[in-house]
């Protein structure tokens, strides 16, 4: 998520449109000669009353689009081009194509690490090479896209960052015995008048995430769109992770930082359906699961996280258990 220089209805739409015209001219009660009802005659299409027969998930063309929750930063073996965007070969996109069996020339990952929505219809300079608009990767035959954006609009690392600098700040003032703040990060983000700088970013961030899927909804019509949301990164009790963070943040701000993740997964929830997307939630079924957890079970690294992987990023397992979620809400 962090800015590193800079996260088939290939006939089923056809044939009820045509069942709708054969209907409309229909004055038999709804059967023909052989006496059965035209609903049976139509795939896709049931009597009422009947099961819904389940549409089949797509098979591809799949496109992925995100940040560095997207690529899987730092996580082996990297793939694609360019370098700069830092892409897992076992990140969610590339576990759920799998998953989907999506044949490789139908799938096509474009996240890149540090990516905005603004890089979705931009080229991205990475500092190790340019990463085409991502949008550029849809066409009219893209039958599924899959979307984690929304955390570097809203500075959600510069606010991670912030608290530990603010909190620093105030340890400073209890050594020299000045008065210390109960919650120096969330003064720091609060004016006077009750304005929250973060949570504006965040209706900011929703705002353009509203334009981004109208654009992708424009460009790749028959596609499905499943909006992925960020896994919980603190636990509910912030004061269980004292063993893991210290006393690096007060314990106040710990929940203060988890209050701006849950804002950003509501505003990404809001927009997916107001869309007509899905929106994927990561967050709840990662409870326990977060950066404070044992490493045997956290599927988020903390901010000193093992050999080579990227801090208050998700890990192999973290982007395993995101694919797991990806696939059943495509599956249904």
């Not at 912030?162 to 620093?168: H, T």
């Not at 967050?283 to 956290?298: L, V």
Request: hydrophobic residues 35%; proline residues 8%; contains cysteine.
């Amino acid at each position: 998520m962090p800015r590193t220089t800079r996260p088939t209805l290939t006939m089923t739409a056809g044939a009820a449109a045509l069942a709708a015209l054969l209907l409309a001219g229909c004055t038999g009660g709804g059967t023909d000669n052989q006496g059965k009802d035209l609903a049976d005659a139509v795939p896709g299409r049931t009597k009422a009353g009947a099961t819904p027969i389940p549409t089949p998930p797509p098979t591809g063309p799949y496109v992925a689009l995100g940040d560095s929750y997207t690529a899987g930063m730092q996580i082996p073996p990297h793939t694609g081009e360019p370098r700069g965007c830092s892409r897992s070969g076992v990140n969610y996109p590339s576990l759920v194509a799998k998953g989907l069996g999506v044949a490789s020339g139908e799938f096509r990952d474009v996240s890149c690490t540090g990516a905005t929505t603004v890089d979705l219809t931009a080229p991205q300079d990475t500092g190790n090479g340019t990463n085409p608009a991502q949008l550029d990767a849809l066409t009219a035959d893209t039958r599924l896209v899959t979307l984690g954006i929304g955390g570097n609009d809203a500075g959600f690392m510069e606010v991670v960052t912030e608290c530990a600098k603010d909190n620093l700040v105030d340890a400073v003032k209890g050594v020299i015995k000045q008065t210390r703040a109960a919650s120096p990060c969330r003064d720091h983000y609060s004016s006077g008048d009750g304005d929250d700088q973060v949570q504006r970013k965040v209706n900011e961030a929703g705002d353009r995430l509203g334009k981004v899927l109208q654009d992708i909804k424009r460009r790749s019509p028959q596609a499905r769109v499943y909006v992925i949301g960020y896994p919980t990164l603190l636990p509910a009790d912030p004061a269980s992770c004292l063993p893991v963070l210290g006393k690096t943040v007060a314990v106040p701000d710990l929940g203060f930082l988890s209050e701006k993740e849950q804002q950003l997964n509501g505003m990404l929830k809001k927009h997916a359906q107001a869309a007509g997307a899905v929106f994927v939630d990561t967050a709840g079924p990662s409870a326990g699961h977060d950066m404070c957890a044992g490493e045997d079970r956290r599927w988020v690294e903390p901010p000193f996280p093992a050999r080579g992987l990227a801090p208050i990023h998700p890990n192999a397992k973290g982007q395993e258990a995101v694919s797991g979620f990806v696939l059943k809400a495509i599956r249904g």
